[in-house]
């Protein structure tokens, strides 16, 4: 598994969906909805012989929007759904078999928070994605 | 004198590597035991009988229709093949056991949360031959 494709591939997915910017990367500065994939929160090596399969949590943070609007509640609410057009867990998963860097992919969960960039408060949720592939690729 | 590594085992079923797909692989032997004590002995004293064994594999399920584990496996359920096991790798000088084996239980287990694995257990039949490997 190369992390940085792995990366860019999920940011490519997440792309897909109407109206939230994406980046495969840390940014300076965010402007909502916005998802950043700041990388894995943990990588297992080995967890077959010879190098067959790796393991990682991948996180992905979506910026929602201003805390104040009500608008963000539904558009955060739209990322979490378990399905839908924006369903960060559907539109994640149902490209199963499709990925090129890893194998397959499953959104564990997600949790919420109040983020602070730039002094402004943003609605803020972090996706846990499990992710495996081939350990020697 | 050195430690190994699990995750450098390579088993061979049927001369398919399954290593890619395995998290976990035992080799057990368990010759039978004759209990030939007699009167005037104070502790028991046994002979050694036939031979016995098993190599139970387990590991992740792969959708390869071709090489993966279950399109491998199922196939060889209750048929007698060869296994090869590399308890240290593939390489020059490292160990080799080879036996038949009676394929036996295939099963997969698909939890919730997680990803589908699978076991099967490997009935060792006849003579077991160890070997050093000669190349890699």
Redesign the interface.
Known sequence: VNLAEVMTEVAQRLDTIPGLRVSDHWVSDVVPPHAVIPGPEDYDY????????DRMTLLVIVFAGRMAEKATRGVLGGYADGSGDASFKQVLETNN?SWSAFD?LRV?GVEFGVATVANQDYWAATFRLDV?G?G?T | MAKSH??????LLNSN?L?????DSSWTRTPDSHDVTTYGNDNHVFDGGLGNGTTPLA??YD?STTSGPAAVIQPLVGTVVPLVYRPE?TGAGKPERSVNVLVGEYQETHPV?D?VMWTVNLQHSGDVTLSTQTSS
Request: hydrophobic share 30%.
């Open positions: 080995d967890a077959t012989y010879g190098r067959g399969v078999g397959s564990t495996v081939e020697a | 699990g995750k450098d085992t390579v088993v590597d290593s890619q797909w395995l998290n590991g992740i959708t790798g949360a990803y």
